[in-house]
């Protein structure tokens, strides 16, 4: 597709950049009434934002890229939904019955919960309340939840009594989301609490799958989690960007990119 550098599209999307910036999400219908254009225009505004890492493009809309404000859980919700849907199937059939998972938070894994809960005789042990939802209710999965600080932005437990209790437990597998994944392979989140509890959970299982979409990949965020290198698998929509494949293969990270269905 030709790149549109007339001084008009350059300067709405600027502005546009400017705005999604500032307030964290914009949706598509709201930037199409603002700037009086179509809903197909404003998603090639966005798409192009995106290619230049200016917007972080999401289902319905476009959020911000800043690596010290996460986007809102219900905007990340229906971001890449069914890229998501399809990660999570492939990420669920690693796991097998009578095994024991811990969960990190995220709206991914709360998709991931959906299929967990049909598999039989699990241990799950999860500070992710979007995720128990899917499984508290299932007689054959044994759900452990700790207690703690709840966070109002996306339904994680967190605190000190949340790392003492996941500190008492050794699984089989990690399932985690990420809030991004450096150029560099370091796996980074939003919130330094939730960053040590999923470093805990890494060192208290035998194998880590990280579950995400290509959109984290070559972005930032503040606190640190842990690296490529200690990933087992790594379940995402479409194949990574050179370096973090590079990382993959010098570390032996097994990477699963399902088909669409």
Excluded: W
Excluded at 14 to 35: C, H, M, P, R, T
Excluded at 98 to 107: D, E, H, N
Excluded at 162 to 175: G, K, P, R, V
């Amino acid at each position: 597709m030709k790149k549109d550098t007339s001084a008009k599209v350059v300067g709405r999307r600027e502005e546009i950049a400017n705005l999604v910036n500032a307030q964290g999400y914009a949706s598509i219908e709201f930037l199409a009434d603002k700037y009086q254009v179509s809903n197909q225009t404003i998603r090639r505004d966005i798409l192009a934002l995106s290619d230049e890492n200016l917007v972080t493009r999401l289902h319905g809309g476009a959020g911000s890229v800043s690596s010290l404000v996460n986007v809102s859980y219900d905007a990340r919700r229906i971001s890449m939904l069914d890229e998501k849907e399809l990660i999570a199937a492939a990420a669920a059939t690693l796991i097998r019955s009578s095994q024991s998972v811990f969960m990190t938070g995220g709206s991914t894994m709360e998709i991931v919960a959906k299929h967990l809960s049909l598999i039989p005789t699990l241990c799950i042990i999860t500070n992710n309340i979007h995720a128990a939802i899917h499984l508290y209710s299932k007689k054959d999965i044994e759900l452990l939840m700790p207690c703690g600080r709840v966070r109002n932005h996306n339904g994680c437990i967190i605190g000190p009594a949340t790392m003492e209790f996941i500190a008492n437990f050794q699984t089989d597998f990690l399932l985690m989301g990420i809030g991004a994944i450096s150029a560099e392979g370091l796996l980074l989140d939003y919130d330094y609490e939730e960053a040590m509890l999923m470093g805990k959970m890494m060192k208290n299982s035998r194998e880590v799958i990280l579950v995400t979409d290509s959109t984290k990949f070559e972005k930032s965020a503040t606190a640190q989690v842990g690296h490529l290198r200690d990933v087992s698998y790594l379940v995402t929509d479409r194949r990574p960007p050179a370096p973090a494949c590079d990382l993959i293969d010098e570390h032996n990270v097994s990477l699963l990119v399902p088909e669409s269905r």
